[in-house]
């Protein structure tokens, strides 16, 4: 083979490496991404209406695994919502549907048999931040009688601040 001939067979090989990446990768039948706004809707209506996100999720499944950046990586999914206003009968929903359960929602929940244990394995993750900078002593606060072993337990830890600033 001659020196141009190589040098030529070279340049139209990577030619063709830089226009089609992702059919080579195998990329190119990769969904597109849900739009913003109706993982925003999403996050915002799995604080409360549980109705809504049935609907959505009705027309979007995956959107259960979904989260929403409020800024400055305070990010936040479904459960993550229901978790620390409360809503329990939306975070067991959510759970139920295949949703990703978070050791704060857990908490809130008061499953005091599944968040223990990793927490006394893992004792830093105490100071872990559940969204918009929520401690666990807050989602415990918001489990009411359900949580209220976990509750004592993060006081015996030592824990007073029910949020912390994350900016």
Same mark, same amino acid.
């Given at each position: 083979?001659?020196?141009?001939?190589?040098?030529?067979?070279?340049?139209?090989?990577?030619? #063709?490496?830089?226009?089609?990446?992702?059919? $080579?990768?195998?990329? +190119? +039948?990769?969904?597109?991404? /849900?739009?913003?706004?109706?993982?925003?809707?999403?996050?915002?209506?799995?604080?409360?209406?549980?109705?809504?996100? *049935?609907?959505?999720? +009705?027309? /979007?499944?995956? =959107?259960? /695994? @979904? @989260?929403? +950046? !409020?800024?400055?990586?305070?990010?936040?999914? #479904?459960?993550?919502?229901?978790?620390?206003?409360?809503?329990?009968?939306?975070?067991?929903?959510?759970?139920? *549907?295949?949703?990703?359960?978070?050791?704060?929602?857990?908490?809130?929940?008061? *499953?005091?048999?599944?968040? *223990?244990?990793?927490?006394?394995? /893992?004792?830093? =993750? $105490?100071?872990?931040?559940?969204?918009?900078?929520?401690?666990?002593?807050?989602?415990?606060?918001?489990?009411?009688?359900?949580?209220?072993?976990?509750?004592?337990?993060?006081?015996?830890?030592?824990?007073?601040?029910?949020?912390? @600033?994350? !900016?």
């Amino acid at each position: 083979m001659k020196r141009n001939d190589f040098i030529k067979g070279v340049g139209l090989t990577t030619l #063709g490496f830089a226009f089609l990446p992702n059919r $080579i990768a195998g990329q +190119d +039948d990769k969904p597109a991404a /849900y739009q913003k706004e109706v993982v925003k809707t999403f996050v915002r209506a799995s604080h409360s209406n549980l109705d809504k996100v *049935k609907e959505l999720l +009705d027309e /979007y499944p995956n =959107l259960i /695994y @979904s @989260s929403w +950046d !409020w800024g400055k990586g305070d990010f936040e999914t #479904g459960i993550d919502a229901g978790g620390h206003i409360g809503h329990k009968k939306m975070v067991n929903f959510l759970i139920e *549907k295949g949703a990703r359960p978070t050791l704060h929602a857990l908490t809130m929940l008061g *499953k005091t048999s599944l968040v *223990k244990p990793v927490l006394l394995a /893992y004792p830093n =993750l $105490i100071h872990s931040l559940g969204p918009h900078g929520f401690t666990f002593l807050h989602h415990a606060q918001k489990g009411g009688e359900e949580a209220k072993e976990l509750l004592a337990f993060f006081e015996t830890k030592g824990q007073t601040e029910t949020k912390v @600033s994350l !900016w």
